[in-house]
Each structure stands twice: as structure tokens, then as C-alpha cells.
């Protein structure tokens, strides 16, 4: 029979791996999301250190994340210190 056959403790050791390796999937894409973020907001405030123009910082993080214009223009607008 099928159910002589199945074992309970290896079904939940591998229920229990499917869910981490979605769980670690899961923040390891939220946590590339949040980091990159922190990591072009960190880029722009060094660049404006350097005394760069705002064309050029556009230019530069339109290179470094491979963002389009609108994406890049929208960043330096949200993270631009005065």
C-alpha cells in the first residue's frame, strides 16, 4: 500500500526546506532591493561631495544601475540634498 510507504518525518524535513529556500529567495531579493537603494542614495551624496553637476551624477547612476533616464531622473530628484 501507498501509505506504508510514506514517512512523515522526511515529508516535513522537505516541506520544511522548501519553505526556507523560498523564505531565503524571498529576502534575498527584498534585501538586494532595500541595499541597492541605500547603495545609490550613498552614490549620489558622494557625488554632490565631489562637487558634481547634476548632469553628471544623472549620467553616472543612469551607468552604475543601468537605469533609464525617467528612473535615474526620478532618484537624484528623491535623494538630491539642497
Known sequence: MVLETFDQEKYEKAMKQEGY??????????????????????????????RLSKDEILEKIQESYALTYEDAKACLENYWDM
Open 21 to 50: 529556500e523560498d523564505g531565503y529567495q524571498a529576502g534575498e531579493a527584498h534585501g538586494y532591493q532595500a541595499g541597492e537603494a541605500d547603495g545609490l542614495k550613498r552614490l549620489i551624496h558622494i557625488l554632490q561631495d565631489l
